[in-house]
């Protein structure tokens, strides 16, 4: 990841252990998170105010009602460019995600996180 520069994340996941997590991991590797938690997590607006400074959202899956498929869609409308990566908990009856960017298995792992930050910035390096 030296190549590229850092990212900018932003984690929206209601409990805030999620957010910890992924700064644990990326954080050391020179990328800044941010996160909304807890009620904040579901509110659109929130969310679309909080991605205008990020590069990739980390979207928990499990939000109630289905609604990190809406924040999802809202948030590729209002920022066509900003990468998408739904974590998706092991063992979920819920179907995975169609048309994000990337999928990730929560509870995260350190290596997982790495990869998926690299594979992401290799992808935005052969798109600019």
Same mark, same amino acid.
Request: proline content about 8%.
């Given at each position: 990841?030296?190549?590229?520069?850092?990212?900018?994340?932003?984690?929206?996941?209601?409990?805030?252990?999620?957010? @910890? *997590?992924? $700064?644990?991991? !990326?954080?050391?590797?020179?990328?800044? &998170? =941010? #996160?909304?938690? +807890?009620?904040?997590?579901?509110?659109?607006?929130?969310?679309?105010?909080? @991605? *205008?400074? $990020?590069?990739? !959202?980390?979207?928990?899956?499990?939000? &109630? =009602? #289905?609604?990190? +498929?809406?924040?999802?869609?809202?948030?590729?409308?209002?920022?066509?460019?900003?990468?998408?990566?739904?974590?998706?908990?092991?063992?979920?009856?819920?179907?995975?995600?169609?048309?994000?960017?990337?999928?990730?298995?929560?509870?995260?792992?350190?290596?997982?996180?790495?990869?998926?930050?690299?594979?992401?910035?290799?992808?935005?390096?052969?798109?600019?």
């Amino acid at each position: 990841m030296s190549r590229a520069r850092a990212a900018r994340l932003l984690v929206v996941a209601p409990d805030p252990r999620v957010r @910890a *997590a992924v $700064a644990g991991f !990326a954080e050391p590797a020179g990328h800044r &998170v =941010d #996160g909304l938690d +807890g009620d904040r997590a579901t509110d659109p607006a929130a969310a679309l105010a909080a @991605a *205008a400074n $990020a590069d990739l !959202a980390l979207v928990d899956w499990s939000l &109630v =009602d #289905g609604a990190a +498929g809406h924040l999802g869609v809202m948030l590729k409308r209002g920022r066509p460019d900003l990468g998408l990566v739904a974590l998706v908990p092991m063992g979920t009856d819920r179907p995975e995600p169609a048309g994000w960017d990337m999928v990730a298995p929560l509870p995260l792992a350190g290596d997982t996180m790495v990869r998926m930050l690299d594979r992401w910035q290799e992808d935005r390096h052969d798109r600019d």
